[in-house]
């Protein structure tokens, strides 16, 4: 698999694979958010944002249901909201202010259980 981190790794309007919502993955698509101009790419990084979005959500569910602490819970859902804001942004092609969403959500504070 390529690297997002790289230049030229993938092309703009190329899907990334996101596997996970690690503040890796969301600098490598907040990266990729300030790069994206057209029309196709910001179509690309709502596919992107779209999937960690729903690994956020499956984690806070998964997370009710095996009783996590209210402070990670609380982590979770002001994470889940700073993604819906980005991928609002990519939408209506504001791709720095989605970036800068993704990039405050890797300021919060590590999960504890």
Request: charged share 25%; glycine share 4%.
């Amino acid at each position: 698999m390529s690297n997002p981190h790289l230049p030229g790794s993938l092309e703009l309007d190329d899907i990334t694979p996101i596997d996970d919502f690690s503040n890796e993955t969301l600098l490598a698509l907040a990266e990729r958010l300030e790069r994206s101009e057209s029309f196709q790419e910001f179509i690309a990084r709502e596919v992107e944002l779209d999937e960690v979005w729903r690994r956020v959500e499956t984690a806070m569910k998964a997370g009710a249901e095996e009783g996590m602490t209210t402070q990670a819970m609380s982590g979770l859902s002001q994470l889940f909201a700073l993604v819906q804001e980005a991928h609002d942004l990519a939408g209506i092609s504001k791709p720095l202010e989605a970036s800068a969403k993704l990039r405050a959500a890797m300021t919060l504070q590590p999960l504890a259980d």
